[in-house]
């Protein structure tokens, strides 16, 4: 491999395990805003669908700026492409790990997916917004 190829595998890599550390910090502090007063989620659809994204919104913003960093800090012609390696860790460690004390219902496994994926797609769509961005700027 090029060493600029292996300079952005790190970079993209490093990217992930920031937002490792810094989204625990993130999610304590919305925990806290929204544990005041008292939100319930009832239904299939809330507590399947709805629940799942909001316990990973701390994640997809976080994933967002991931996605923004990588695209700054690459050098490649298509930055955006290397937001994929942070996008598919965050897929794949948002759905591992669950542990289930029942079978899990389809309903169940959706909202699992739905929340490994959302912060997968806003890390590419922090990507995107970047480069739009810069290439706006960039044309000025």
């Known amino acids: 491999m090029e060493k600029t190829q292996l300079r952005n595998i790190a970079v993209s890599a490093g990217a992930y395990?920031?937002?490792?550390?810094v989204t625990p910090l993130l999610a304590?502090?919305?925990?806290t805003?929204?544990?005041?007063?008292a939100h319930p989620y009832?239904?299939?659809?809330a507590e399947k669908i709805v629940m799942p994204?909001?316990?990973h919104l701390p994640a997809a913003l976080v994933a967002v700026g991931v996605g923004a960093l990588?695209?700054?800090l690459v050098e490649s012609q298509t930055p955006v492409r290397w937001a994929a390696l942070p996008a598919a860790l965050f897929a794949?460690?948002?759905?591992?790990?669950h542990h289930w004390a029942i079978q899990p219902s389809p309903m169940d496994r959706i909202g699992q997916m739905l929340g490994a994926l959302f912060p997968a797609l806003t890390c590419i769509g922090g990507a995107f917004?970047?480069?739009r961005k810069s290439s706006e700027s960039g044309s000025h």
């Open 17 to 21: 395990y920031f937002s490792v550390w």
């Open 28 to 31: 304590w502090g919305f925990w």
């Open 33 to 37: 805003l929204l544990s005041q007063p």
């Open 42 to 45: 009832r239904g299939d659809f």
């Open 53 to 55: 994204l909001v316990v």
């Open 70 to 72: 990588v695209v700054w």
């Open 92 to 97: 794949y460690f948002g759905y591992t790990g």
């Open 129 to 131: 917004l970047t480069m």
